[in-house]
């Protein structure tokens, strides 16, 4: 263990299991990613694109942890040190990740329901296995003197898994709670409001907790599988801490994609409801993109991802503005590329992007103080980065909406809305109420 201090209320720690990592792989039959994350011993991680990427992880072979505002800095430096020693036999698919995330705030600290999970906190699973659209890979990552070992192990153990494994029962709600009445929601809005009208803001997002209690413990894995036959085209994410709980979730937007000099993400800003025909689909998605109030939010965001990653030195296009369609809501959408002219870690650009106007406000400072004096919870690591990045500093990361972190049979959700000028109160949180529902549905 490595522990290093930075300036007033900063930290870093690094653990590295053995001091010459190695990374091991070998091909696979099909296995259910369910059943691994079942067998899995320690703390898991898991990881689903939309574009079939699928990633199941356990045990750490190297973690890194920081706080404070050089948080991301202190990560990419202590994870240089480790990946530079890191001997990989396999194919790029399967290579060593670092996952992880980041709390929204930098100075977050990890008290309940967040125990355990640091301002900013990456693991280097000791297990990997890796799907794609071609392939399944193991890769085992550790001491030289046993890895081998270990694959062979590893690979005997997955040989007997099911092929399948079943999605599991809802487990059933005790009790919800609110952490903000309908009362403080609307003076929290009307506090945006008076800001915005004053000047001082632009936009601002607000968030909501609920917390659930159930009949029994929640099964992570098998309601992420539930959620993926509602909500094929979302990220899926779960992120254990063997000190806490674990953090999940079925958000819909990239934050931020690196391979290489390319960059990927996308504005996603501007919600409606789901209509019970087409037709009435229709109806919603045209007034979304009539209203003024949509367009001007959905502009906000476009404008400040160009500006952030112009900075980098980068060539920025900005696509059309499409319709993303989900189970119970649609969003106004825009992709966005770049191309990079200097070298560049994917977590200098989540660091630059975080917090997006579609989760922070703009401008940013005065958003955040306004989120730091009205909101009634801690949001923890809701709305702020998730993924993963690897040792060239190539990566991806979505933005940790649309979920919950469950502790045991207690599940705590979060979702918010954008506040703008000629925003309502009770507008806004029926909005809020639906952006609950992707998980509270299957609970």
Not at 2 to 21: I, K, M, P, Q
Request: with cysteine.
């Amino acid at each position: 263990m490595e522990r290093s201090s930075g300036g007033r209320g900063e930290t870093a720690n690094v653990s590295v299991s053995g001091a010459d990592l190695v990374g091991r792989s070998c091909e696979l039959e099909d296995v259910s990613f369910g059943a691994v994350l079942e067998a899995a011993g320690g703390s898991r991680v898991q990881w689903t694109t939309p574009d079939g990427l699928e990633i199941v992880g356990c045990g750490a072979a190297a973690s890194f942890d920081a706080t404070g505002p050089a948080r991301c800095r202190r990560v990419r430096e202590a994870a240089r040190r480790t990946f530079a020693d890191v001997d990989h036999d396999g194919p790029r698919v399967a290579r060593p990740r670092a996952f992880g995330g980041l709390a929204f705030h930098d100075g977050h600290e990890p008290v309940p329901p967040w125990g355990g999970f640091d301002a900013a906190s990456f693991v280097v699973p000791s297990a990997l296995v890796v799907r794609d659209d071609s392939s399944t890979w193991l890769t085992v990552v550790g001491d030289e003197s046993d890895v081998d070992d270990r694959t062979e192990r590893w690979r005997d153990r997955l040989a007997a898994l099911p092929a399948m494994r079943p999605s599991g029962s809802r487990p059933g709600v005790v009790a919800t709670r609110r952490t903000t009445s309908r009362e403080e929601w609307a003076d929290q809005v009307e506090t945006a409001l008076e800001r915005i009208a004053g000047g001082d803001l632009e936009k601002v997002v607000l968030a909501q907790a609920l917390s659930v209690d159930l009949e029994e413990t929640l099964d992570v894995p098998a309601t992420l599988e539930r959620l993926r036959r509602h909500y094929p085209n979302c990220y899926r994410f779960l992120l254990d801490h063997s000190a806490g709980g674990t953090f999940f979730g079925t958000p819909p937007e990239r934050l931020v994609a690196k391979r290489g000099g390319r960059v990927e993400t996308e504005a996603l800003a501007g919600s409606v409801p789901r209509g019970e025909t087409p037709e009435a689909d229709d109806e919603y998605v045209e007034r979304m993109v009539d209203s003024e109030k949509f367009q001007r939010e959905h502009g906000l965001v476009v404008d400040s991802i160009r500006r952030q990653l112009e900075s980098f030195d980068a060539t920025v296009t900005v696509a059309e503005q499409t319709i993303r369609r989900l189970a119970t809501i649609q969003h106004l959408r825009t992709p966005i590329e770049a191309e990079l002219e200097r070298e560049t870690h994917v977590l200098e650009l989540v660091e630059a992007l975080h917090p997006t106007p579609a989760v922070g406000g703009v401008p940013p400072q005065a958003a955040w103080e306004t989120i730091r004096s009205v909101e009634t919870f801690d949001r923890g690591w809701y709305a702020a980065p998730v993924g993963w990045f690897d040792a060239a500093g190539d990566g991806e990361f979505a933005v940790g909406i649309r979920s919950g972190v469950a502790t045991g049979d207690r599940v705590t959700l979060f979702a918010g809305n954008g506040i703008v000028a000629d925003s309502d109160p009770t507008e806004e949180w029926e909005e809020v109420q639906l952006k609950f529902r992707p998980i509270l549905d299957e609970l």
